[in-house]
Every structure is written in C-alpha cells, then in structure tokens.
C-alpha cells in the first residue's frame, strides 16, 4: 500500500508538494470549528459517563444472583447430606 522505496517517497513528496497550497482560514470559521470540536468531545465524555454506570449495576447485579445461587445450592447440599447421615 505505501511505497518502499525512498524514491517513490519522493516522487510522493513532490506531488503533494505541487498539489497542496497554503489555504488562509478565516478567523471566524476557525472559531466555530473549535466550538464544534470541544462540544462533540463533551458529548462523547457524557455518553461515556451515561454508559459506564449501568454495566456495574448489571455486573453487580449478575455476581449477587451468583452469590445466592451457591448459597442456595450449598444448603441444599448440607440439608441432604444431614438427613442422609442423621
């Protein structure tokens, strides 16, 4: 996909080099693109922050329904082995 070589490299080199130009940005538009990036960054923390709470109350939930399960079974257990061995 890239070149090996390092004269390809520079035949890349000189065609970007003809192709790209210096473009002035107005001040104005360069403020608005930054207001746009910090709001979709403080967007995508929130989600994030959204999100993250509900896997540890499912994980939490999931781990206690675990506990009780062997709790449950470990009495079971103990309960056939006392009237098996009175």
């Given at each position: 996909m890239y070149p090996k070589d390092e004269h390809s490299l520079d035949q890349v080199e000189s065609h970007l080099s003809r192709a790209l130009h210096p473009v002035a940005v107005p001040t104005d538009f360069r403020a608005q693109l930054q207001n746009g990036l910090m709001l979709a960054a403080r967007h995508d923390v929130v989600v994030e922050k959204e999100n993250?709470?509900?896997?540890?109350?499912?994980?939490?939930?999931f781990l206690i329904g675990i506990l009780v399960g062997v709790v449950l079974l470990n009495q079971?257990?103990?309960?056939?082995?006392v009237i098996r061995n009175p």
């Open positions: 993250q709470p509900v896997w540890g109350w499912m994980v939490s939930a079971r257990w103990r309960g056939r082995a």
